[in-house]
């Protein structure tokens, strides 16, 4: 019967690598060879064979597998050993690095061999996914015959964790750590302190977190608006917490036992609003003496700024060994350094031309600081303002495009691009999705973003120390929804960080399928954005008929309705292939897993409006990130949906829209539909007015309808996402040409947009 078992497993395990690659494993091994012999069966007498005391960690670790009970057991080097798994370090794998190994696996056993430890603690996180989830599974499972050769791509494998906006407890911060090592990521960059609450005990000064860790709770406001310390005797509510010194320790020795390695951020010289809550007396201050408004930026000219920021490093460099030490430095309002007295002094005496290089002094103070206790400083791109100091590293956050000229600068960079690293985005354009930032960045823009610049030279390419992601929490009020948020996009980071190059969408699909299981046995609250169904809508040039497409990230079975009822249903289709469509429509639609609905169905209208496909001259200019199809994007039939950042939406930034629309014939018409978008606290804004005029001719136009915004003044800057189609009915007209303006919202201060997506004429 074991053998009918043994057979079964075998078999339903050859099938399943009839794809590209001959095993399943996430991130893909750099290189895998099946072999041609019997596979290994695991038994109840499989031990684990150790040939050096140095491995017990990892065997230790093998040995906890679900249902495993492996016995350990110890081994002559070189010594043929039946029915075990054999762990070994090997000197002549040097040329794999410290994280690079072998695995092999024949009948009578599997051999695990590395150069360093490091590379048979992978190796096990390797084998976590060839055995089964479940313990039941373990005893009868047959491993075919394969051989692996495995290392990284990059040194720096990162993934952040913004925990200064919410903070997250250390039973958490230890199962991140434990997520990171199970993809194979090698460093937790802990964002500890920003502008809204500090969250490391600094024994030297109490007050940080006295004070510095709590915030008051108030009513209806994001905890970033109307920001305000907590301090004992308050009777408001209070939202906070903090890491002690003992805490920390505890979870860089955990993260040390996982090849971890903790980066801690102390925000400087910006995003520091907390600390002048609690030292008032180090703010900029004008000729007379009096303290400037707290914009979070410590007075370059006081030397108490300094003073502080060493104390606090000089316990931080205590707790966390790591080679680099970030500091922030990004996003600095220079203002009150151009009003304040001893920042004005430090200009003069120094000579400095430029605010930019008020901000480079303070940086290059703390490389300096750094550099004489052996460690190295790491800042946002923006430390680059100014005359950086050539030893400081730098981690790009901004747009992928441009990473190559930040490259050329020289410096050791990791890359962490915006727009598709930071897992604060959405994840799917529905809007079903719980709020999150404005960005929208799905698994498979993660997955196909390549870090090294095809433009760049070869020169500069060894300026990459890797890549990482970013987790920032302003949407993130506790562990579950973190986890939804990285996952499983962190899947999609760790084939960036460790495959060696190359992309393979449909085989990284079908092996995150087989992954989502182990995150489902391993509790994790995984997104399930990657099975929503997405619609495109192209229009026909010949026909002006709108083509349909519904596609899933993950391979699932879709259903669709036409009839507004919601799927499944007795009048549902199964997706086959395009819908063409010469009418308006609803289409519902919804992924399935034996016959049960994965997520919330979802709903797109197909508008087949009469400017769908006419010719569109802009007379504005789209800004540089929000340019979608130009002009074409206003009579392509595809509505952007409530995420102004996906591709699919104009931006016009401080400027009055205006467009000239262009039909095949005379034409007659009765509305225009403006459809916009608005987040006031991203700058985008509703239109002021929008005025429609025609034209028979194209010479003569005339104004048929108006609308007003008359809602009142101020407008609330939030973060809350509004979608509107403006519309403006007037009596039936015939025109060929026509033209719609809208005016945008002047907000003192700030740059502000209009976003558009479509111009809809009936």
Aim: aromatic share 12%; glycine share 8%.
């Amino acid at each position: 019967m074991k053998q009918l078992i043994t057979l079964v497993a075998y078999f339903l395990i050859i099938l399943s690598l009839a794809g590209q690659s001959p095993l399943r494993i996430i991130p893909e091994p750099f290189r895998v060879e099946q072999g041609q012999g019997q596979p290994f069966t695991i038994d109840a007498q499989t031990a684990i064979v150790l040939r050096d005391s140095i491995a017990l960690p990892a065997a230790q670790r093998l040995a906890a597998l679900p249902g495993a009970n492996f016995p350990i057991k110890w081994g002559a080097k070189g010594g043929a050993e039946e029915n075990g798994i054999i762990l070994e370090l090997s000197p002549d794998l040097d040329y794999l690095g410290d994280e690079g190994y072998t695995f092999q696996v024949r009948q009578e056993a599997i051999t695990i061999r590395a150069f360093r430890p490091a590379g048979l603690f992978y190796a096990v996180e390797t084998a976590r996914q060839l055995f089964p989830q479940r313990a039941e599974g373990l005893i009868g499972y047959a491993i075919p015959s394969f051989d692996v050769e495995d290392h990284p791509r990059f040194s720096w494998r990162g993934l952040h964790l913004d925990v200064s906006r919410h903070f997250m407890p250390v039973d958490f911060i230890k199962k991140y750590i434990d997520y990171l090592a199970f993809h194979k990521l090698n460093t937790f960059h802990w964002h500890l302190v920003d502008g809204i609450g500090w969250r490391i005990e600094i024994k030297s000064h109490p007050e940080l977190t006295d004070w510095g860790a709590w915030r008051v709770v108030k009513e209806g406001k994001m905890p970033w608006q109307d920001f305000e310390v907590w301090k004992e005797g308050d009777e408001r509510p209070r939202y906070g917490g903090f890491y002690t010194q003992e805490e920390i320790r505890e979870v860089v020795a955990y993260a040390r036992e996982r090849f971890v390695t903790v980066v801690p951020e102390i925000e400087l010289p910006g995003h520091s609003e907390v600390v002048f809550q609690c030292y008032p007396e180090l703010l900029c201050q004008d000729s007379l003496g009096n303290p400037l408004r707290n914009i979070g930026v410590y007075c370059a000219g006081n030397p108490a700024s300094y003073q502080l920021l060493e104390d606090v490093l000089d316990e931080v460099l205590e707790l966390f060994p790591s080679e680099y030490i970030h500091i922030g430095g990004d996003e600095v309002n220079k203002s009150n350094w151009g009003r304040c007295a001893r920042c004005q002094r430090l200009m003069a005496e120094q000579q400095y031309p430029s605010l930019h290089d008020i901000q480079s002094h303070f940086i290059n103070h703390f490389d300096k600081y750094l550099q004489a206790r052996g460690r190295k400083l790491i800042g946002w791109h923006e430390i680059l303002e100014g005359e950086l100091s050539p030893s400081a590293s730098i981690m790009y956050w901004g747009g992928a495009g441009q990473a190559a000229a930040y490259l050329r600068r020289g410096h050791p960079t990791v890359l962490t691009p915006g727009s598709h690293l930071y897992f604060d985005h959405y994840q799917s354009q529905s809007p079903h999705e719980p709020k999150a930032w404005g960005g929208y960045t799905p698994l498979k823009e993660v997955y196909e973003y390549e870090p090294v610049p095809e433009e760049l030279e070869e020169a500069y390419r060894a300026n990459i120390l890797g890549v990482q992601a970013n987790v920032w929490t302003e949407y993130m009020p506790d562990a579950r929804q973190v986890e939804y948020m990285v996952f499983p996009r962190i899947a999609a980071l760790s084939e960036l960080g460790w495959a060696q190059g190359g992309k393979d969408w449909p085989g990284f699909r079908e092996k995150l399928g087989a992954l989502l299981p182990r995150y489902e046995a391993m509790g994790v609250n995984y997104a399930r954005s990657a099975f929503r169904p997405q619609a495109t809508f192209e229009l026909d040039p010949s026909t002006k008929e709108l083509v349909a497409r519904l596609e899933t990230d993950l391979e699932a079975e879709l259903v669709y309705t036409l009839d507004g009822s919601e799927p499944p249903s007795p009048s549902m289709h199964p997706y086959t292939g395009p819908l063409r469509l010469e009418h308006s429509a609803t289409i519902k639609a919804v992924a399935l897993k034996d016959g049960q609905p994965l997520t919330e169905s979802e709903t797109f209208e197909a508008v087949l409006h009469k400017a769908r496909g006419a010719a569109v001259e802009l007379h504005c200019t789209p800004y540089g990130s929000y340019q979608a199809k130009g002009g074409f994007t206003l009579v392509d039939a595809n509505f952007g949906g409530n995420k102004w950042g996906n591709g699919q939406w104009l931006g016009i930034l401080d400027q009055d829209f205006e467009a000239a629309l262009e039909f095949d014939s005379l034409t007659l018409i009765r509305q225009v539909g403006f459809s916009c978008i608005e987040e006031t606290g991203a700058g985008i804004y509703f239109p002021v007015n929008v005025e429609v005029e025609v034209s028979a001719d194209g010479q003569h136009f005339k104004k048929v309808k108006t609308w007003q915004n008359n809602r009142p003044k101020p407008i609330p800057r939030t973060s809350d996402i509004r979608t509107q189609t403006i519309t403006l009915d007037f009596a039936p007209i015939a025109c060929r040409y026509l033209r719609v303006k809208a005016a945008y919202q002047k907000v003192e201060g700030q740059g502000v947009f209009i976003f558009v997506d479509e111009v809809v004429v009936e």
